[in-house]
């Protein structure tokens, strides 16, 4: 074992457990009919600078305004602790709606919620958690987990892991994230665990894509990314703080690892892209 966080599996499939991405840039379109000596290329936003950063303009976040996204991410973290426990207890309806909150929540504290705000979301939730109390008791036969709530829950957990990065990124401003750090010290073992989950996501071929999680479906779009985060790990090799605060929260269970990252690669379209020397 080197000394780069290690701890056994107990399953196959890994319990991941906070998703959804959300358009964060209006999508721009090239003039219609460019005009003589204009090319076609004008009006689109140019790409990012090289590097690992965010894939939108940024705006200071004022103090206000992160009180109002700190709220939100403490109602949205409300939800997913009252509802996880009893999910499978509850109405397909209900947990969908739960998602439909996760989402909205995650756009909020994004900035990207153009309608509604805090006190809208949490009439929401109440409303939700009312529906809860108020249905009527089902026959306990029925209330058994199945795989369907485990993706459900699952898809709840990434949702969770991207609402904490985006609020997480708003208070530090957003581009310190992506600043070169020391890596945390983790078990080599706990990394590997972590790699072989990866993998077995993106080799899970059983499924079609409507039945895979979210967080299946952005292992097979990210892996090699994570791949290659995991190999700068294991070397000792300097990482954007990002990681650095992903491995420090990852409590050494690689299933939470896995997911930190991919809120981070999905967020950071160039972490974890093999650098290419300049001509």
Not at 133 to 147: G, H, L, S
């Amino acid at each position: 074992m080197g000394n780069t966080c290690a701890r056994g599996i107990s399953s196959s499939r890994p319990r991941m457990i906070y998703d959804a991405q959300v358009q964060t840039t209006p999508l721009q379109q090239a003039p219609s009919a460019p005009v003589a000596n204009q090319s076609p290329l004008d009006g689109l936003v140019p790409p990012p600078p090289r590097g690992a950063g965010p894939s939108r303009p940024l705006r200071p976040v004022e103090s206000w305004d992160k009180v109002s996204r700190q709220r939100v991410h403490d109602m949205a973290h409300d939800l997913f602790k009252s509802t996880s426990p009893i999910l499978y207890k509850l109405d397909m309806s209900v947990q969908q709606d739960v998602i439909k909150l996760l989402k909205q929540m995650l756009a909020r504290v994004g900035g990207e919620l153009i309608h509604g705000g805090a006190d809208d979301l949490m009439q929401r939730k109440k409303e939700i958690e009312k529906r809860i109390k108020d249905a009527p008791a089902r026959n306990p036969a029925t209330q058994i987990e199945t795989a369907e709530n485990r993706s459900v829950l699952d898809d709840m957990q990434q949702l969770m892991y991207s609402i904490e990065l985006t609020l997480e990124a708003a208070k530090a401003d957003d581009p310190s994230l992506m600043e070169l750090v020391p890596c945390p010290l983790l078990n080599s073992g706990l990394v590997n665990a972590a790699s072989d989950m990866a993998s077995l996501f993106k080799t899970d071929a059983d499924k079609t894509d409507a039945d895979k999680t979210v967080a299946g479906l952005l292992i097979q779009k990210f892996e090699t990314r994570i791949q290659n985060i995991f190999g700068k790990i294991l070397k000792g090799e300097s990482v954007p703080r990002g990681v650095a605060n992903a491995v420090a929260g990852s409590k050494n269970d690689p299933a939470v690892l896995i997911g930190k990252l991919l809120a981070l690669v999905e967020r950071y379209p160039d972490l974890g892209k093999p650098r290419t020397a300049p001509p």
